[in-house]
């Protein structure tokens, strides 16, 4: 009997080598390679078979290609169209990743419900639970009388066959570390296997085409389990967010090649499922305490849209010769720069005071134009002084002190108005861009000292 082929795969970036080496060749990574059985070869049509005979392999002028008019399903929940750009793109791969127990498959299946209800057919195939288990599932989200098919199976090649057959709109795979294909040896879930599975659900998807959705798991790292090569393969990865503590998820799009990736989908877990929020900055700042220092809020753009939230600090005397600092939801090399700003061109002396920043609700802010309010809050815990609570607090700060201009003030200030708040402190070179009838009175600042004049006083 012939000895089966092998070879060595990188687990982050799918590198192939014809022995093991401690460090990848290709992405650096250490002690990452792990031996897999290759396919076995059928001859000729061993690639057709594998990842189906291209469809259009002809050359086409770019001018000529024709693009369906309706390339969009809607998903009937806002949130999730949003994230997505629009809604669903017909022959694209989705990779839907997130912690487990987060909420995956029950928006997934909330989803298949909407679609389902408009008369589009639905493939749900899991490879973690039975028939029976899904419908459980269903019946408590409500979800019946629909063009929604189960298929409980983790042989891709049956999934392939079946999802020709039944013609869906939208085939979700639950989950794909769960899918193996039997020319390979190697067990579900590692690189060899995550790789072809996918390469051929990929085809599939634009041969048909059908829009494919895949669940993924991940690691305790927070990455996607199995090769960094999936992440490039599919169209569009998301990312659910959210403590298990907490009833929110944040929905986020790290890659998109069909929309933005800025845009942001916030959910509340409920018995009934996952309930859209519309309004996520009245979420936000729903337990806002106010006349306390340390807490400054501040309009912060997630996509197209803004959302208000609350940045707080607390400043406090070391009891350590090194004196802390800690940022929760903020970069923590850009919190420690903001404290040495206030240090040096302020003259707010933090050598020997611990500095805690947290951003209320879980969100993680990474755009520039919170910096002015983390100053904020900072130096409204040292001086014990509380920030109006009225007033929010836009702009990028520089290491001279400078306050720098933001984008998109106006649709941060229209937001804010809608929430009830009545002074807004914003960089200088922004003042002359807005019209006068904004609805709130506007500070226009060019130094950190004059943004915190304004907002503390004295």
């Known amino acids: 009997m012939a000895k089966a082929k092998t070879r060595f795969f990188c687990s982050e970036c799918g590198q192939e080598s014809l022995k093991w080496m401690g460090r990848c060749s290709g992405c650096g990574a250490w002690n990452s390679l ?48 949003r994230v997505l750009g629009g809604g669903l793109v017909a022959g694209s ?34 490879g973690e639970e039975s028939v029976q288990q899904i419908k459980l599932r269903a019946a408590r989200l409500g979800v019946q009388g629909v063009e929604l098919y189960l298929l409980a199976e983790t042989n891709i090649q049956t999934i392939c066959d079946s999802i ?41 998807a634009k041969d048909l085409p059908v829009a494919m959705t895949l669940v993924g798991h991940v690691t305790k790292d927070g990455a996607i389990a199995g090769p960094r090569l999936l992440e490039h393969m599919v169209d569009a990865v998301l990312y659910l967010e959210g403590e298990r503590h907490y009833l929110y998820r944040v929905l986020r799009g790290v ?19 996952m309930v859209e929020v519309p309004n996520p900055s009245a979420f936000f700042l729903a ?73 209320a609700g879980g969100l993680k802010l990474a755009e520039p134009a919170s910096d002015l309010a983390v100053v ?7 001086r014990n002084r509380p920030a109006d609570p009225e007033v929010v607090v836009i702009g990028e700060v520089g290491l001279t002190g400078e306050v720098r201009a933001v984008t998109h003030l106006e649709k941060r200030i229209n937001e804010s108005v809608k929430l009830g708040f009545s002074r807004c402190v914003c960089p200088k070179q922004n003042r002359k861009y807005l019209r ?21 006083g004295g």
Not at 64 to 74: F, G, M, P, Q, Y
């Open 34 to 81: 792990v031996e897999e059985r290759i396919a076995k070869s059928s001859g000729d049509g061993a690639l057709s078979q594998r990842y189906g005979a291209a469809a259009n392999g002809a050359v086409v002028h770019v001018d000529k290609a024709e693009v369906t008019e309706n390339i969009r399903l809607s998903t009937g929940i806002s949130e999730l169209d």
């Open 93 to 126: 791969l989705t990779l839907l990743a997130g912690d487990p127990g987060i909420g995956k498959s029950t928006l997934l299946l909330q989803a298949a419900q909407k679609i389902a209800d408009n008369g589009g057919r639905v493939l749900y195939v899991s």
């Open 164 to 204: 020709r057959e039944c013609k869906p709109v939208w085939v979700i795979i639950d989950s794909i570390q769960t899918m193996y294909w039997d020319e390979i040896g190697s067990a579900p879930g590692n690189v060899a296997q995550v790789r072809e599975c996918t390469g051929q659900l990929l085809r599939l």
């Open 255 to 273: 890659k998109n090649r069909f929309g933005s990736t800025n845009e942001l989908g916030i959910f509340e877990m409920l018995g009934q499922g």
């Open 287 to 359: 337990e806002r305490t106010q006349g306390v220092s340390g807490s400054v809020v501040v309009p912060c753009m997630e996509g197209t849209r803004p959302v208000l939230v609350e940045v707080q600090a607390l400043v406090t005397p070391t009891t350590f010769g090194q004196p802390r600092r800690m940022a929760t939801g903020m970069d923590y090399n850009r919190t420690v720069l903001l404290a040495a700003v206030l240090d040096k061109k302020v003259g707010l002396h933090l050598g020997q005071q611990d500095i805690y920043v947290n951003v």
């Open 376 to 382: 904020t809050a900072i130096a409204s815990s040292w």
């Open 436 to 456: 006068e009838e904004t609805g709130m009175e506007v500070i226009a600042v060019e130094t950190v000292d004059e943004a915190l004049a304004a907002v503390l």
